[in-house]
């Protein structure tokens, strides 16, 4: 996680923000990936190619740097995207032989990383047994369909998702199956966690500080072997 995070800073100094500092304990593969594809294609950061049209607080952090939250961490935030890419394309599916792998923890933006024995990264699309009905990559909140920015765990939110097969459709989250713990993948529990925004993303739907939602495609069962929509979840099988 830390040789990603550093490959991340690495990028952003030479591309966007030379002060830059390093950054510990951060996973960049949710909304970074980004980085080494417009690495690799030679091009000046930050780009609006990642960041949806709608996505108004991203797009003002891009253009005006001076609005960032405070802090030297902060400075990455302008790099990011506002599509999310699923842990299971940079982590494995769910525990085996004891290993654990990226898993929930109990707030949106929180995750427990598993041990210096979890492999991040090595995952391949010939893993993916339903590409047409697996999610790859969605934005992380309803933006185009009323005047509510709901995050993708509430049922009612409606956003663009990139299936894995390539094809992008408009969904209904509350269509998806409702995913799974995967370091605890053989039972039947559904992946819960709560929505606890920061002072720069979307209220709750409630007016609360916390809603409860649900794992979705983000934590689909099975991972890689798994499906999200038009059929029935797949049983975790070692």
Known sequence: MQAAANQAVDIMRRRGEPQMPQITTWLPHLLYSQLVLADYLDLELPQRWWVSPEDDLLLRYQDDPSSLPP?????????????????????????????????????????????????????????????????????RYQRHFGPRQAFFGYREARLPVLMSDGSVLVRLCGDANSGFNPNRPTSPGVMRYFYAPAPSEPPTLSGEEADLVFGFFRWTRSGLRGRDFNGPEVPWVD
Request: proline residues 7%; hydrophobic residues 30%.
């Open 71 to 139: 802090g030297g961490s902060n400075l990455r935030v302008r790099f990011q995207s506002s599509y999310e890419l699923g842990p299971a394309f940079y982590s494995p599916d769910a525990m085996q032989d004891g290993v654990p792998t990226i898993e929930q923890s109990t707030q949106h933006n929180q995750f427990y990383v598993g041990t210096s024995a979890t492999p991040l990264g090595r995952r391949t699309l010939s893993e993916i047994r339903h590409p047409a009905q697996k999610v790859m990559m969605h934005d």
